[in-house]
């Protein structure tokens, strides 16, 4: 049974795009209307691969890895393939995305229920699916670097949806392009990758850049690469993912995709868009772990996000921007567990953070509404479960504390857990002193919230069961962080500290650099060469002179070869029309005659040319 | 000595004559006769196979037997369209049929 | 050197019948051609029985030498015109000529195909040497082949007869109404 569904994995993969075709087409040729259909298939669609992907992970053994390709695209010896690479991370991945967006689609439907054209909203979620999982279980680069690029496109499709709103469109333009810097840096080292493969590698298999001969081929690389080489691809494989995991120079745009909808908020910035980089630097450890000092900088630039962003955190009055800042945070934290060769336990906060990120974003009101007391204590949970105090986020972070070795790390962790705490309770005391009130809770909203809470505690079951974690300074950080900061909203003595409150609220002026500076320097360029045109080319006599020969050769060609060659054309085709009227009489005998004398025509042609072909091969003659 | 591709070249020859009569001719009677030649090289070319290549089923009698009752059905049909056209147009002459 | 192999029967048969079928279709006077045809159906009788298979040559001489051939000549009986006289052909280029021409070509391309074609040749596959046929097998094999293999096809030729039989009578129907 189970290897059945080992197998049969593809299915989890083809589920959401079945689901998406069905839901377009059908509302496209306007099949059904009823839109429960609909809500019934996204759900199915998603709980099935839960459930498939759950069964995979309990029956594959731990160091099993099923692979299938086939080659897709064969220019002489190289080859592009595709396929399916099914191990422990890869399940893992797409339990998570599927559970995650199972709760997030059963919030939706109560959430996009007066919303116009919500089933379009459906099948990009179920598309958006797709391409998460496709991308998990892709068996080498290439296949990954497509379905990097389809889950840009559709987070673009997805920010955008109210794409009539001028501002909501503009920010979701923005994130594309900000993650076109790293899908760039991506296919670069792709390319330099194959290129060392295909120059120095004697084994065919290798060009593919398969993740099963990864170890193989990062040696390789390793040995015929000089330093700045290898240097340069892994930078490029880094950028890639700093950017898709809004790290430390690219962390602006995570802000911009908080213009979406809620639901979609929720998906991308806990299981989905933002776990790509975390994945493709567990993909390709094999590559950095060749020199220490890369590690050592993917960890480095883990905890300057970390702290930078919580910083941010600290400052900001919205809850929406302080959670998009702390996704940032914890994203470097795990970064710094990968960094430091820490992989479980980076796998595990990965999947903590999923569930209590997404909890924490589904408890947020709608625009234009005030908290109600039950939303307020499950945001109060969540808050507790991210700052390291509550079920599964207590584990998973001591299991991250343990990859913390000198001193320094363990300094810096504190001071993060301790910011962690700080902000998330700052903006639940913020938001409780605006007032709450009591709503009539929504049913469905409230299921998925409770869904999520529950996942959150099986996984802390698990943790608690197979892991061994004790508690130590980031819990007691935390801890005294909620104290503080309830002293301090008792003293109503929150300070402006000077400098540091408008740099951090701004998000350190990056946001404000890269729009104002660089679209100025951009400008100033086209300027000069504008200039360049018209004040020195327009007087450089040769350039002048060449200009108008051209246009006098260009009108000479016009007026006598141009003319007749339309005439050509006119005349050409009245001779044809005419042949065409001949061709119509309508005598069948006729149509029968041409026939039979085409066919003539054609086996002759045929005859004629395989003979000559086959006289200079020196095949047919005697 | 006569071999399988004699055979082969007379039921090639009565289809191309079939084929050319069919094109050429203006009686009406005249293109269904050369039709009925093209089903009747047809049918010794499949015999011709049925004798020298399979000595068992003989399933190439069994096809040109339904080609020659098919043949038959044919020739029905065509000669009642031929005499719908005639009592319409009050000619033979193929040319005279000629207005799709 | 049975009559299967024997060019002492085949080629003269083989002339006259390309030309009979070649005077068929050049005969200005019908029925002259429809005689034609007649001998032309009867020589392919005949090489049928001669190629070793009876009941097709029976059934070739009763329907296309018999059957057809009269209602042929009863609907140009009933439809012989002599008041319009025949028109002249196309002047200049000869359409007929021209379609010899081109049925020249395609039949040396099929020969040529044919000859040059080294198909792997199956077991069974027997080129030049003819089978010696058993009259009982032969018929047994009829017996299986239309009852057994390929009764679909048999009911569905009897199904096309009765259709066509009854299409042209509700035909006949239609037209005095």
């Not at chain 1, 839901?23 to 040729?29: A, N, Y």
Request: hydrophobic share 55%.
């Amino acid at each position: 049974m189970t290897d059945i569904i080992l197998n049969n994995i593809y299915i989890i993969l083809l589920l959401p795009l079945w689901v998406f075709l069905i839901i377009m087409l059908g509302r496209f040729f306007s099949v059904y209307v009823n839109k429960s259909i609909i809500y019934v298939l996204t759900l199915g669609a998603s709980i099935l691969g839960a459930i498939l992907s759950g069964v995979g992970l309990y029956s594959l053994n731990s160091d099993k890895i099923l692979e299938t390709s086939f080659p897709f695209i064969k220019i002489n010896h190289f080859i592009i393939e595709c396929g399916l690479h099914v191990d422990k991370i890869s399940l893992i991945f797409a339990l998570v995305l599927f559970v995650v967006s199972f709760f997030v689609q059963l919030f939706s439907i109560s959430y996009m229920k007066d919303e116009k054209k919500n089933y379009r909203f459906f099948a990009l979620l179920n598309l958006f699916n797709f391409t998460m999982a496709g991308l998990f279980f892709s068996p080498n680069l290439f296949q990954t670097y497509f379905f990097w690029e389809l889950v840009g496109v559709i987070s673009y499709l997805l920010i955008g949806f109210e794409y009539k709103n001028p501002v909501k469109s503009l920010a979701s333009k923005k994130v594309f392009i900000i993650n076109r810097i790293g899908d760039t840096a991506f296919v670069a080292g792709i390319i330099m990758c194959s290129y060392f493969m295909f120059s120095y590698s004697n084994n065919i298999n290798f060009t593919t850049l398969s993740y099963v001969d990864m170890n193989a081929i990062s040696t390789l690389i390793y040995a015929y690469t000089s330093t700045p080489a290898f240097w340069g691809i892994c930078l490029l494989f880094i950028i890639a993912a700093l950017v898709k995991s809004a790290q430390v120079p690219f962390y602006t745009w995570l802000q911009d995709a908080m213009e979406a909808k809620l639901p979609v908020s929720a998906l991308l910035h806990s299981a989905t868009m933002v776990a790509l980089g975390v994945f493709i630097i567990l993909r390709l450890i094999p590559l950095f772990m060749l020199e220490s000092g890369i590690l050592k900088l993917i960890a480095v630039f883990g905890i300057l996000t970390a702290f930078i962003c919580s910083l941010c955190a600290a400052s900001q009055n919205h809850p929406k921007k302080v959670l998009a800042y702390s996704t940032s945070a914890q994203l470097g934290l795990m970064f710094f567990a990968l960094g430091a060769l820490n992989i479980k336990a980076a796998v595990a906060f990965f999947v903590a953070h999923a569930v209590i990120k997404s909890m924490l974003f589904l408890t947020l009101p709608r625009e234009n509404e005030k908290w109600s007391y039950v939303n307020f204590t499950a945001f109060l949970i969540g808050g507790l479960a991210l700052s390291g105090m509550l079920l599964s986020g207590v584990a998973s972070k001591e299991l991250i504390f343990t990859s913390c070795k000198s001193g320094l790390s363990i300094t810096a962790f504190s001071i993060i857990s301790f910011l962690t705490a700080f902000y998330i309770f700052r903006i639940a005391l913020k938001i409780a002193s605006e007032g709450l009130e009591k709503v009539q809770p929504r049913v469905i909203e409230l299921l998925a919230i409770i869904g999520l809470f529950i996942a959150n505690i099986l996984l802390y079951v698990y943790l608690w069961k197979y892991t061994s974690y004790k508690v130590a300074e980031p819990f007691w950080a935390a801890l005294t962080a909620w104290v503080c900061t309830y002293i301090l909203f008792i003293k109503n003595a929150f300070w402006k500290v000077p400098v540091l409150y408008p740099l951090t609220y701004n998000g350190f002026y990056l946001d404000n650099f890269y729009t104002n500076k660089i679209t100025k320097i951009y400008e100033k360029c086209c300027q000069i060469l504008g200039k360049f045109d018209s004040k020195v080319l327009t007087n450089y006599k040769p350039t002048v002179f060449v200009a108008k020969t051209g246009v006098r050769v260009t009108k000479w060609v016009e007026t006598n070869i141009m003319n007749g060659a339309v005439l050509l054309v006119q005349k050409f085709s009245n001779f044809l029309s005419k042949l065409d009227l001949r061709l119509q009489s309508g005598n069948i005998q006729k149509y029968n005659a041409y026939a039979f004398i085409i066919i003539t025509i054609i086996i002759s042609l045929l005859l004629i040319t395989y003979t000559t072909i086959l006289l200079n091969l020196g095949v047919g003659g005697e | 000595m006569i071999t399988m591709y004699h055979y082969l070249f007379l039921g090639l020859v009565l289809f191309v004559i079939g084929m050319i009569g069919a094109v050429v001719s203006r009686h009406v009677i005249k293109m269904l006769i050369s039709i009925e030649f093209i089903l009747t090289g047809v049918n010794i070319n499949f015999i011709t196979f049925g004798t020298f290549c399979d000595g068992i089923k003989f399933d190439g009698y069994i096809m040109s037997l339904f080609y020659v009752a098919v043949g038959a059905v044919e020739l029905a049909v065509a000669l009642y369209i031929f005499y719908l056209m005639y009592h319409k147009n009050k000619s033979e002459n193929v040319e005279d049929y000629g207005d799709l | 050197m049975n009559g299967l192999t024997n060019p002492i029967v085949f080629y003269p048969a083989c002339v006259v019948m390309i030309l009979f079928a070649l005077m068929t279709i050049n005969f200005k006077n019908i029925f002259y051609s429809l005689i034609s045809a007649i001998i032309v159906f009867f020589l392919a009788g005949m090489f049928f029985y001669v190629l070793g298979s009876e009941y097709n040559a029976i059934a070739q001489v009763l329907i296309y030498g018999i059957a057809v051939p009269v209602i042929l000549g009863l609907s140009i009986m009933f439809t012989e015109n002599k008041a319009k006289p025949e028109k002249n052909t196309e002047k200049g280029f000869n359409f007929k000529y021209f379609m010899y021409l081109v049925g020249g070509v395609f039949v040396l391309a099929i020969i040529y195909i044919v000859m040059t074609s080294n198909v792997v040749v199956p077991d069974g596959f027997n080129l030049t040497g003819c089978i010696c046929q058993n009259p009982h097998s032969i018929l047994s094999a009829f017996g299986e082949g239309i009852f057994l293999k390929y009764i679909w096809a048999f009911e569905i030729v009897a199904i096309i007869l009765t259709i066509i039989v009854a299409g042209l009578t509700l035909f006949k129907k239609g037209g005095k109404s």
